[in-house]
């Protein structure tokens, strides 16, 4: 698992104060890009000749309000991970613990020129099987 913590700024918020229910799209994207820049991979992989990693599939359910000045902490799983793609799951909780939002995204990996599929860059895949999260078998 991934921790990234940020304090919700006035911007993110609607006139109510409340986090503007897109921002928490922004908000998953920085600590997916933290969680990138922790693999230290040698290269960049947000801008690269060889290779793109788009998102196919988000999701998102809201289930308590994050508030300007609050800080929220965005813990990142990976939750499948194959040669070519894989699906993160962010829970988004306030100061108290409180689950706030939930998000998932799929990714996957394609050529820059050609837009094929094509496999992970060896330290992007190692990276995030690292943190691969496990169903308990029972």
């Known amino acids: 698992m991934f921790t990234y913590k940020r304090k919700i700024n006035f911007h993110d918020c ?3 104060g409340v986090l503007f229910f897109a921002r928490i799209y922004e908000l998953c994207h ?12 040698g290269e960049d992989y947000w801008n690269n000749d060889n290779y793109i990693v788009p998102i196919i599939k988000s999701e998102a359910s809201y289930h308590k309000p994050l508030r300007y000045g609050e800080t ?3 813990e990142i799983k ?8 894989f699906e993160l799951y962010y829970e ?3 100061g108290k613990g409180e689950v706030t939002d939930k998000v998932r995204t799929v990714h996957v990996c394609v050529g820059k020129k050609d837009w094929k599929k ?3 860059p060896g330290k992007v895949y190692q ?3 690292n943190m691969l999260e496990i169903p308990n078998s029972k």
């Open 14 to 16: 609607d006139v109510a």
């Open 78 to 85: 990976v939750e499948q991970l194959k040669s070519s793609s």
């Open 72 to 74: 929220v902490t965005v």
């Open 92 to 94: 988004c909780k306030n």
């Open 127 to 129: 990276g995030l099987k």
């Open 118 to 120: 094509s496999e992970l």
């Open 30 to 41: 920085s600590a997916y890009e933290e969680m990138i820049a922790s693999f230290n991979i």
